[in-house]
T-cell receptor
């Protein structure tokens, strides 16, 4: 089944304790992205990657790192989490460039709910 | 830069009633438009998308949306809702040929029996 898999789905941690949220896709997608969802703000892009070893900042990158060493994986790293990073995180992926339909629809993972105390 | 405004944060309706969820966008260039649905404790699922052509777009689960370029709107409609439509709905926009989606704030649709 074509999917984006995130782990962990739920995590409670404490301020300053480094954590990594993994994201893996099995669709051979070039493009991958991380979003955070907060009430009243919708989803905001954190980082994205156009291909292996190519990453760039989104709209809210502060406090996050990413890496793209393999095409299928795009982990999100919080080096020193703070309470304002308590949020619901989504990983998404798609093909790059134009498809027959003219657009590439993002496939989302199920989300990772993070609480930082 | 593009932006999306969903005009209602919450919409309560009775079962079998019609519903419209409003979405306005701003962009100086041509865009693609999307509606996603998020059921409780789940990820986002694509409802429908507008790329070009007919301004009336039909999606899954009986939803449809109409692209209005002059009013920069992309409102989502369903003629008769069901309890199972209870979810949060997100309108999103992307530049043509780009992957990044810019989302609205979301509209929580609650269906009352």
């Amino acid at each position: 089944e074509a999917q984006v898999t995130q782990n962990p789905r739920y995590l409670i941690t404490v301020t300053g304790k480094k954590l990594t949220v993994t994201c893996s896709q099995n669709m051979n997608h070039e493009y991958m992205s991380w979003y955070r969802q907060d009430p009243g703000l919708g989803l905001r892009q954190i980082y994205y990657s156009m291909n292996v070893e190519v990453t760039d900042k989104g709209d809210v990158p502060e406090g996050y790192k990413v890496s793209r060493k393999e095409k299928r994986n795009f982990p999100l790293i919080l080096e020193s989490p703070s309470p304002n990073q308590t949020s619901l995180y989504f990983c998404a992926s798609s093909f790059r460039g134009r498809t027959v339909s003219g657009a590439n629809v993002l496939t989302f993972g199920a989300g990772s709910r993070l609480t930082v105390l | 830069a593009q932006s999306v405004t969903q005009l209602d944060s919450q919409v309560p309706v009775f079962e079998e009633a019609p519903v419209e969820l409003r979405c306005n966008y701003s962009s100086s260039v041509s865009v693609y438009l999307f509606w996603y649905v998020q059921y409780p404790n789940q990820g986002l699922q694509l409802l429908l998308k507008y790329l070009s052509g007919s301004t009336l777009v039909k999606g899954i689960n009986g939803f449809e949306a109409e692209f209005n370029k002059s009013q920069t709107s992309f409102h989502l409609r369903k003629p008769s809702v069901h309890i199972s439509d209870t979810a949060e709905y997100f309108c999103a926009v992307s530049l043509q040929g780009a992957q990044k989606l810019v989302f609205g704030q979301g509209t929580r649709l609650t269906i009352n029996p």
